[in-house]
């Protein structure tokens, strides 16, 4: 009885040790063969391209054009807001986010310094908001092209004009 109880026990432990046996190989297999495919790719555009290329560069006007653009009807918001760090707002601003914590107004600031704007954080006392300003200008017109330009990463963006 004694003898039959540890093969068993013996059995049990070559069962347990024999599937849990790590999957590694799989994820090395996977992994080099998405750098083959990479590194076929890679191969594939370089080769597929011309190796020299005549072009001709057409020259620059040295005249810059200056658009005209109507911004009268462009919505603007008007709060009174406290600056809470970075520089002072002008009368036009570009609002990029608005948090109810402090934290994630200064990240969002951090990550718009790293792309090489000068952002704000402000709060407004009122609704209890942090607004974090990547830019901002005297003028409306320069405040809608910005708006327009930072649209492309941050499509919520909107003008808040300083109240008093």
Do not use: H
């Not at 009885?1 to 093969?7: D, F, G, N, P, T």
């Not at 974090?132 to 919520?156: F, G, I, W």
């Amino acid at each position: 009885m004694y003898r039959i109880s540890i093969l068993a026990l013996a059995f049990v432990a070559v069962a347990f040790m024999t599937s849990c046996k790590s999957s590694e190989s799989a994820y090395k297999k996977a992994y080099e063969k998405a750098q083959a495919q990479a590194a076929q790719n890679q191969q594939t555009t370089v080769t597929t391209t011309p190796a020299t290329q005549n072009v001709q560069i057409a020259p620059v006007a040295t005249q810059p054009q200056t658009q005209t653009v109507d911004v009268s009807n462009e919505p603007v918001r008007t709060e009174s807001v406290n600056l809470i760090s970075g520089p002072a707002l002008k009368a036009y601003s570009v609002i990029c986010g608005s948090f109810s914590l402090k934290t994630n107004a200064e990240g969002l600031q951090q990550t718009l310094k790293a792309k090489g704007y000068n952002p704000s954080v402000v709060y407004n006392p009122s609704i209890k908001f942090y607004r974090v300003a990547a830019v901002s200008y005297d003028d409306k017109s320069s405040a809608v092209q910005s708006r327009n330009q930072l649209r492309s990463t941050y499509p919520d963006a909107w003008l808040l004009l300083k109240g008093k």
